[in-house]
């Protein structure tokens, strides 16, 4: 739309058009007056709109007056500015409060200003088309309409009116401004700001000349309006280039006029007055400056807006140019010697301490006037000679008020301006001010009594300040005092009440300090005896800090000193950096997260941004050298009373700091971190560094763990950009280093993945640097590489990464591809340049990884592990003390995955390394907890090392050393003083594994070595006897842990019955010979009869084993021949020995046993030279012995009848494979005789006779003694209930031999119900068996049974009764048919009698059975 677009005129009752014709002709002034005040401004949202003035109802537009050219040019310019758009309306309410109900219809102006260039105006009026605020933001060209002929319009086209028109166009605009500004809110200040400097620097004369008239013809406008004008000019001035100099004197003079003048709006209005001053010293610095030290040397105090001027001067350093800024420098050190006199002049130096000590709008604001003042008393001071006077005005302004921050500020400025020439007597006050009583009562406990205390509260941070400044303004002379200043401060710190006051000030004083000793030419050979102390004292300072809230930049400062003390001399000692890092590092790598930190600073009136920081404020640009440091700390902003609210309030943007305090605080750390690096540039000092570090890197908190490892990545980036890092000595712990990147680089957060892969490629880098691998022009070192984009730029500079980032491709050269790689590709990268320890030392801090209570850490760890092992595996020494530190981690591990990686790792170091990983494990395998028992299955995982594993474990078991009567006697249970439990510990796991799916298929095949191994084990533990007295045997039971006798013989049973051998397991557990084995005297028994019986089941095994059989009776150890040969007579008996050794071989070695020192085993070798094989006759004599031996089965002597059965047992073993032959039917029908014998001895005996007969039994021979076995089931049946535990064990045996020899099936629940179940169960198992093997020999079986109803014996008797119930019930009619009535009433009174039976299940099946007989009786009858 353009600013104006037509003319509105109203009367009450009609309506006017106007015909104005603009020429040189003269216009009636009265009518140009009326146009210019019926109209204003008012911008809103870009438009503007035209508000009728309040006017009589019968005004009237005089029309006498006439103007010539130029005046008419002036009103019309100011008639402009009211152009307004022809869509606006006037308001009916006025801003009078009058009704009005003018409204102006169809007022059109024709186009007299159709000759005005709409270019012109356009560039103009639309310059900002997208400004919010804009005017003109239509894209119409700006037009007057008036109503007027053609003619008229066509002789409006000279030049003299086109410029005429523009100039007054401008000049309207800006005056119209000029006007308005008074009633701008901020927003549209602001923008008339912004549109008053670009017409200025298009016409600058004309915006001058408007800005010179309006205030010349507008005297009584307010101080208000005034005020805002003044904040117009100093912007416009400030953005000319060049300003004429008509202009320059005129606003000066304006300037100094209302400098001094007192208004409603005090101060403020003089400082926007003194702003234009000072925006005309960039025009006119010569003159400025010429009155400024006119009127400070006229002797009487200067006017306070001088002291503002001048102030803002010395702070602000873009008002001047350079040769005009030191200009001013020299001149202000002129003006402070010319006004040492005023010292003494009693009524200026009153004035100038009532303005240093004077109360400020706030506080806590330092103005310029103030901050000058400051400054030029100590210029002052600095110029005078007089030392009396000196400490006279120095003490003077110590004793004033020390409340309040600024002027605390203001007087250490003072006193350290003064010690640029005269250092002892700013020292001596100083000194002599410490030693005040005031001073001291406020070292002591200070308690708050009243408000005259607070002046004196914080008088020790002014000692402390002024100790900074005396320093920093000191410069080279300082160094001798660094000493006597820093004991000063670090007693006044120590002894002070703490608060964040004193805290800030020492740290100031300290930078201040700090700064200038480094600008000291000869601080780097000085020996400062000081640091040690400060350094204890910035270590407590950061450990003070409250460890959940960041709210000051404390932490930051104190680290920044004490980068800046590694460049001093001494260094720090080892003990004191340790604990300096430890303290530093947990209390900020320890703070919470972003979020907590900003929630932390919610209930303050005014928190600090921890992200971004609060602008700094003009007294915080004092002293450039301490800001350096203290861009960070928190400033109040100045909140003004309510009555200046509609003053602009315009931030400095140029003076707010890129990063937040957050960010800066771990900057500090990286700096600090890189000082102690470039002050020992060694290896060992980067082990130093990081071994405080590995804590944090570890740390459960995913925020700690971040932070510390950007601060490795930014160390490991600087060394690499720097490149001072000696490479002649090697890396220490790097595996360590190495490691713990490579866990991090599998962490869950992602950040924390990309932080440490970057780490690990600068780490790389400097590895190849010390390596000397890669050639300097192919390295491209990291200030180089590319800045990343602005959103990663943020996340990176975080410090706590809100959202994930991945490492841009272009981070890297591409010669440094290992920024390109994966976590584990950049990792084996790293370590094929590692040597065999630094990967060893990876390993070990991985495995320590795995003892984690994060469960992320332990997945990474021992995938971490995994890696190394499987790329380096072979090559490692100390295996076994890793397998040793993984099992003692695996009990921790809770995440089944992590579990399943760390047990991978023994798996893959199984590959190489089983011997040592056997003999570690022995040392936690008795017991052997599941965990344990883990590890060893994940040792034998894979099949060829199964097998390896089985015979490293013989190995160790075949090492029985007998202990010694001093290892007896010592408590130690290490195997180093007790070596014969590794054995022990071999035979434990060969058991449990045994049972482990992956050793299955292993202990198959070993099964021959094992178990010779397993006999000559149980003699071993025999010869140790252990448990002996009866305390150790008590220990034993207690500890509920299984003695190694035990063991050893579950061992080999588990051997039997896993391997497939259980036939050769259930002849021994049916015969009780397994107690044999728990005495060394019957132990060749035990072996003889697990023998026999793997002769008699025609084991598969025997060739096998009696390969091994033949090394083991060369044996060096005793018991290994023993145990051979035992096994080795047994196995003569079978046909399977031939086809491994012949006979003249066997005699060969049995003759070689004859010479044995050993006399068992001679005599073993005597017993097998005589067996049967040698000697093919014998079997004709032994078989012709036994009717003799069998006469003497009647014989009336107990005992001779058993030994003669024992005799007959014994001749059927030696007759081997040729058995008895035709007598096997007598032995059969004599021993089945003495089955019912009411001797004990003889029962059982017999019974074992007749198992022994049927085990030499064949398939040829069965058929002739078919019913002699058949008709010996239900008695051997019976005899299970037998009182005598003998007999039981025997007729079990000779019941399941039975079975055997008949094949019964399924054979193993055969025998498992015979050796261990008892109830009725079990009972009804073997009948049913019975009754199904045996259809054929029913009516035997049932009466046998009925027969065994008149036993003697109740247990007998019982179960006979039991089994004719079972069989009544299934076949009723046939038990009917054979029961006799005799048998019947017998059965009758044997159910009763079971009715009253102790055994539950017996009486319920006996009340059961009576009723089931009546029904069958009843029935029978029938």
Request: proline letters at 5%; a neutral charge.
């Amino acid at each position: 739309m353009g600013l104006a677009r037509g003319l509105q005129l109203g009367s009450h009752d009609e309506e006017v058009k106007l015909n104005l014709v603009f020429t040189s002709q003269p216009v009636p002034t009265r009518l140009l007056r009326t146009w210019f005040s019926s109209v204003r401004l008012h911008p809103c949202h870009g438009h503007a709109r035209s508000v009728p003035r309040a006017q009589k109802p019968n005004q009237q537009l005089p029309s006498s007056a006439t103007l010539d050219l130029s005046q008419t040019k002036f009103l019309v310019s100011k008639s402009l500015c009211g152009l307004v758009s022809p869509h606006t309306h006037t308001p009916r309410n006025t801003p009078s409060g009058h009704s009005t109900n003018r409204r102006i219809k169809d007022v059109e102006l024709q186009r007299i200003f159709s000759h005005v260039s709409v270019s012109t105006k356009e560039s103009l009026c639309t310059k900002e088309p997208q400004d919010c605020a804009s005017w003109d933001r239509q894209s119409h060209p700006a037009t007057i309409m008036l109503c007027s002929s053609k003619n008229s319009q066509a002789s409006l086209v000279s030049k003299e009116h086109q410029m005429f028109m523009e100039e007054a166009y401008n000049s309207a605009i800006c005056f119209k401004m000029l006007q308005d500004i008074a009633t701008s809110d901020p927003l549209q200040l602001k923008y008339i700001t912004k549109k008053m400097k670009k017409m200025a620097q298009r016409t600058a004369n004309l915006v001058m000349e408007t800005f010179h008239d309006y205030f010349k013809d507008n005297p009584e406008i307010s101080s208000r309006h005034r005020f805002r004008l003044f904040q117009v000019l100093q912007a416009v001035i400030g953005a000319l280039d060049v300003l004429e100099e008509v202009w320059q004197r005129n606003f000066m003079q304006l300037a100094l006029e209302h400098m001094t003048k007192s208004t409603e709006l005090d101060d403020i209005y003089q400082d926007a007055a003194s702003n234009v001053l000072l925006a005309l010293c960039r025009h006119s610095w010569p003159a400025v400056a010429k009155h400024l030290e006119t009127e400070l040397l006229t002797g009487v105090f200067p006017h306070r807006s001088l002291l503002y001027v001048m102030g803002v001067l010395s702070s602000q350093e873009e008002l001047l140019k350079k040769e005009d800024r030191e200009s001013w420098k020299d001149l202000l050190s002129q003006m402070a010697r010319k006004s040492v006199p005023f010292l003494n002049t009693d009524v200026w130096s009153k004035e100038l301490l009532w303005s240093l000590t004077k109360s400020s709008r706030t506080q806590q604001e330092h103005t310029p006037e103030k901050a000058f003042l400051f400054t030029y008393y100590g210029l002052i001071l600095q110029a005078e000679e007089d030392s009396s006077t000196i400490r006279t005005h120095l003490k003077t302004l110590l004793e004033t008020s020390h409340q309040w921050p600024k002027q605390r500020e203001g007087i250490a400025l003072t006193v350290g301006l003064v010690a640029v020439r005269h250092l002892d007597d700013a020292w001596a006050i100083l000194e002599q001010f410490g030693r005040s009583t005031p001073i001291k009562w406020s070292l002591q406990n200070f308690s708050l009594k009243n408000l005259e205390d607070l002046r004196w509260k914080w008088a020790g941070s002014t000692i402390l300040l002024s100790y900074g400044q005396m320093a920093a303004k000191a410069k080279s002379h300082i160094l001798p005092w660094v000493d006597n200043i820093l004991s000063r401060m670090i007693f006044y710190f120590r002894f002070s009440s703490w608060d964040e006051t004193l805290k800030q000030s020492f740290l100031t004083a300290i930078m201040m300090l700090v700064g200038a000793i480094s600008r000291s030419e000869g601080a780097h050979s000085y020996e400062f005896s000081q640091t040690s102390e400060l350094l204890e004292c910035l270590t407590t300072l950061i450990e003070k800090e409250p460890p959940d809230t960041l709210l000051t930049s404390i932490r930051q400062q104190a680290v920044h000193i004490v980068a800046s003390l590694c460049a001093l001399r001494p260094p720090m000692d080892v003990d004191r950096k340790s604990r300096l890092l430890s303290v530093c590092f947990r209390s900020i790598f320890a703070l919470p997260l972003l979020d907590a930190l900003e929630k932390h600073t919610c209930l303050f009136l005014e928190p600090p941004n921890i992200q971004e920081m609060q602008p700094r404020t003009e007294c915080q640009r004092w002293e450039p050298v301490a800001l350096i440091l203290l861009l960070s700390v928190p400033t109040p902003s100045v909140s003004c009373p309510a009555t200046w609210d509609w003053l602009p309030v315009t931030p400095v943007e140029e003076h707010w700091p890129k990063k937040g305090l957050y960010s800066q605080t771990m900057e500090a750390m990286d700096h600090m971190l890189q000082c102690f690096m470039m002050q020992n540039p060694t290896a060992n000092e980067l082990y130093f560094l990081l071994s405080h570090l590995y804590v944090w890197l570890a740390s459960e908190k995913a925020h700690e763990r971040q932070r510390a490892v950007h601060r490795c990545m930014i160390l490991f980036k600087f060394l690499n950009c720097k490149r001072c890092l000696e490479t002649k000595e090697n890396f220490r712990r790097m595996g360590q280093l190495v490691a713990m990147l490579g866990i991090l680089c599998q962490d869950s957060d992602r950040t924390i993945q990309c932080l440490s892969l970057e780490a690990m490629g600068h780490l790389y880098q400097l590895l190849m640097q010390q390596k000397a691998e890669v050639p300097e022009m192919e390295r491209k070192t990291p200030q180089e590489l590319p800045p990343p984009d602005a959103a990663g730029a943020a996340l990176w500079s975080s410090g706590d990464q809100r959202g994930t980032l991945l490492i841009p491709q272009d981070m890297a050269s591409k010669n440094d591809s290992i920024f390109f790689m994966s976590s584990n590709q950049a990792t084996k990268e790293i370590m094929s340049h590692l040597a065999v320890t630094e990967l060893t030392d990876l390993i070990w801090t991985a495995i320590d990884g795995l003892g984690s209570t994060s469960t992320p850490w332990v997945q990474a760890a021992a995938d971490l592990l995994s890696l190394v092992i499987q790329e380096h595996g072979d090559n490692l020494a100390t295996v076994g003390k890793m397998g040793q530190a993984i099992h003692h981690h695996l009990c921790a591990i809770q995440m089944p995955q992590a579990k399943e990686s760390a047990l991978h790792v023994i798996t893959l170091l199984a590959r190489n390394h089983i011997p040592e990983l056997v003999a570690a494990f022995l040392d936690f395998s008795t017991p052997l907890d599941s965990h344990s028992f883990r590890l060893w299955r994940a040792l034998g995982a894979e099949e060829p090392a199964s097998h390896l594993v089985l015979t490293v474990l013989m190995a160790w078991m075949q090492k029985r050393p007998l202990p010694t009567s001093a290892s007896k006697d010592d408590g130690s249970s290490y195997p180093v003083e007790k070596p014969h439990l590794r054995s022990l510990a071999a035979m434990n796991t060969i058991h449990e594994l045994q049972f482990a799916r992956e050793f299955k298929k292993a202990v198959r095949d070993t099964f021959p070595q094992l178990f010779l191994a397993l006999l000559a084990q149980m003699h071993y533990i025999m010869e140790l006897n252990q448990p002996t007295e009866p305390e150790q045997e008590q220990k034993a039971q207690e500890s509920a842990t299984p003695s190694p006798q035990s063991t050893s013989l579950e061992a080999l049973k588990s051997l039997l019955s896993t391997t497939g051998h259980w036939h050769d397991f259930a002849h021994l557990e049916l015969q009780s010979a397994w107690e044999h084995f728990t005495s060394i005297h019957t132990y060749p028994q035990a072996v003889g009869l697990l023998a026999r019986a793997m002769v008699q089941n025609h084991c598969k095994e025997i060739k096998a084993i009696v390969s091994y059989l033949l090394p083991s009776l060369q044996s060096q150890q005793e018991r290994e021949r023993k145990t051979a040969i035992l096994v080795l007579i047994e196995f003569l008996y079978s046909p399977a020995l031939l086809e491994v050794l012949s006979k003249q071989a066997a005699l060969t070695v049995l003759a070689q046993s004859l010479q044995d020192t050993c006399s068992e085993i001679r005599v073993a070798s005597l017993q097998g030279l005589g067996n049967i094989l040698f000697h093919t006759e014998k079997g004709t004599l032994l078989r012709g012995q036994l009717p003799a031996f069998l006469n003497g089965f009647f014989q009336n002597n107990e005992a001779v009848v058993v030994g003669i059965m024992g005799l007959v047992s014994d001749i059927l073993h030696r007759l081997g494979t040729e058995g008895a032959g035709a007598q096997s039917l007598s032995i059969a029908i004599n021993a089945r005789y003495f089955f019912d014998d009411e001797r004990d001895n003889i029962r059982a005996a017999a019974m074992a006779l007749f198992g022994d007969l049927v085990a030499t039994m064949t398939d040829r021979e069965l058929s002739g003694l078919r019913s002699q076995v058949c008709q010996s089931m239900v008695p051997l049946l019976l005899y299970l209930k037998d009182q005598c535990p003998a007999v039981v064990t025997q007729a079990k045996f000779a019941f399941y031999r039975c079975a055997v020899l008949l094949r019964w099936q399924p054979r193993h629940t055969l025998f498992c119900s015979l050796a261990w179940e008892t109830g009725l169960s079990a009972r009804h198992f073997l009948w049913t068996c019975l009754m199904t093997h045996s259809e054929k020999e029913f009516s035997i079986h049932l009466s046998q049974a009925i027969n065994y109803l008149h036993s003697h014996h109740r247990h007998i008797k019982t179960w006979a009764a039991l089994f004719i119930g079972y069989t009544t019930c299934y076949q009723p009619q046939a038990v009917t048919q054979m029961v006799t009535e005799m048998d019947a009433k017998l059965l009758f009174s044997t159910f009763k009698d079971l009715k009253k039976d102790p055994e539950p299940a017996i009486r319920e099946f006996a009340t059961r059975q009576l009723e089931f007989l009546r029904e069958v009786s009843a029935r029978s009858k029938k």
